[in-house]
């Protein structure tokens, strides 16, 4: 099975809501049945959060102290992508 995933990353603990709020809100360069806005639009984590046919997801924070500043590595990744 073939799963997509996306990423976020902070310099300091947020919450999962903002996280998720950053990829939903590519939603506003994409159109349902046309696709993105304009060619260069980034909307691949958005439509990742959408897919149709995705039944599992799962989440997961990681703390990396030695990156010199984006210590904080949300994943979500989603099955079937």
Not at 28 to 37: E, I, N
Not at 65 to 80: A, E, F, R
Request: aromatic content about 18%.
């Amino acid at each position: 099975t073939r799963c997509g995933e996306n990423l976020y990353m902070s310099s300091d603990p947020t919450s999962w809501s903002a996280a998720i709020q950053s990829w939903y809100a590519e939603s506003l360069d994409f159109v349902y049945g046309v696709g993105p806005k304009n060619p260069n639009a980034a909307v691949g984590h958005y439509t990742q959060l959408v897919w149709y046919s995705t039944y599992q997801v799962g989440c997961g924070i990681a703390y990396c102290p030695n990156q010199d500043t984006l210590k904080y590595y949300y994943v979500c990744q989603y099955c079937p992508a």
